[in-house]
């Protein structure tokens, strides 16, 4: 990980520092701040006294914020506290279905929609007295419908103006399906951020007999989409590099989308090789175990996958099935959006905690710093790769 102290960050802040986690993000946001306390206490800092840095060292950043609701189900976004002039960071998780609010009795989930209309309700409560509105926003809402196939809506697009009007001045996301919808707000800030480093640090921290050269792992696309992941993490790490293309039947449409026929491979061949699967969201798995069978027929020795997200909108089952078979050996997937109980007790399953990193990219963006270097992590994977070489090799000669 790029340590806070290897940065510069004498610029002087945008403002004092506040962050308002949403329901549904209140655990993420608790960690990230206490990573903020904890280097900013630290700190020795020659103008931290200075009236520009007034607010700079804090017990906390959090605001608190309440979003009740009348029990006809709508709701209001309530600030508890001033935040005038404060450079603001409000982080929701739109895909937490775990919250429910009632409406006429009845109990209902909170879907994406609802996050999203909180978002805006907290927005409103700011009324424009904040210095600057960041929105940490981990899964882009909409990011699914980002472009236009026939008369359909580009809800992604809509979304981002949205925010843009209300005031918001950054979007910081991970791993957008299309980073193309930054064009729909090209004056404003729009950050994609991939967690490629956390997957490599955790599957090295969690397998310990790992070949990381191009004669043992490749690194797999699934399908098109996902191409551009596979290429860096092979350059990176020096592996050979496959990909699966989707052939659909484009007479129907099931449950939103053209259905996939088949999965066709192109690549060098993978026998007797460990492979990392690489997405950006495994939602019901069907793609993911589709594409490790396949490979599993081409006679790969391991299979991970490693998707930014993980929906699992269809329930654990086929993947307790898949690693039963020995089809899969791990899935990692990061923190970033709601985890259930069910998915962290699995025994294939490998967490990536990105409440450090999310830590980091809030503190330099409030020194308006470059965080050019958080998002560019190759030098940290190839530090990460060579340590474990290391103590792989000293494990040998004892």
């Known amino acids: 990980m790029l340590h806070r102290k290897e940065r510069i960050l004498d610029n002087i802040p945008a403002g004092s520092l506040g962050i308002i986690p949403l329901d549904g993000c209140k655990e993420m946001g608790k960690r990230v701040d206490e990573y903020l306390v904890s280097w900013r206490t630290e700190e020795d800092h020659e103008f931290k006294n200075s009236i520009v840095f007034n607010g700079y060292e804090k017990d906390t950043y959090l605001i608190d914020a309440k979003i009740p609701r009348f029990g006809s189900g709508e709701a209001k976004g309530i600030i508890e506290e001033s935040v005038r002039g404060k450079d603001l960071y409000l982080m929701v998780d739109v895909c937490n279905y775990s919250l429910t609010y009632s409406l006429t009795g009845n109990i209902n989930h909170m879907s994406p929609d609802d ?40 809800d992604c697009a809509i979304a981002l103006q949205e925010l843009v009007r209300m005031g918001v001045d950054n979007i910081i996301t991970f791993d957008a399906h299309d980073p193309r919808v930054q064009n729909a707000i090209p004056l404003n800030g729009f950050e994609t951020i991939r967690p490629t480093y956390q997957f490599i640090k955790s599957l090295l921290s969690c397998v310990k007999d790992l070949q990381i050269d191009s004669s043992h792992m490749m690194a797999i696309s699934p399908d098109e989409g996902a191409t551009e992941r596979a290429i860096y993490l092979a350059s990176v790490l020096g592996l050979d590099m496959g990909m699966f293309y989707k052939r659909r039947d484009y007479t129907q449409i099931v449950g939103g989308r053209n259905p996939i026929i088949a999965h066709e491979f192109l690549g060098s061949s993978v026998e007797g090789k460990d492979v990392i699967i690489l997405d950006d969201m495994i939602s019901s798995g069907d793609s993911i175990l589709d594409v490790a069978r396949q490979l599993k027929t081409r006679k790969a020795k391991r299979i991970f996958a490693a998707a930014t997200f993980g929906l699992f909108t269809n329930g654990m089952d086929k993947f307790d099935e898949a690693y039963k078979e020995g089809i899969i050996d791990g899935i990692l997937t990061t923190n970033l959006i709601y985890q259930p109980p069910e998915l962290l007790s699995r025994p294939y399953y490998i967490n990536c905690d990105m409440s450090k990193y999310i830590a980091l990219v809030i503190d330099t963006l409030n020194h308006d710093s ?13 530090h990460v790769v060579e340590e474990y070489k290391n103590d792989m090799s000293k494990e040998r000669k004892e």
């Not at 996050?115 to 929105?135: P, Y």
């Not at 965080?371 to 992590?377: A, E, G, V």
């Open 115 to 154: 996050h999203f209309q909180n978002l805006k309700r907290i927005i409103a409560a700011v009324g424009g007295k904040a210095r600057r509105v960041n929105v940490i926003m981990p899964f882009l809402y909409e990011s699914r419908q980002h472009k236009r196939s026939g008369r359909e809506s580009l």
């Open 370 to 382: 470059s965080i050019n270097d958080i998002l560019n992590p190759s030098e940290r994977i190839q």
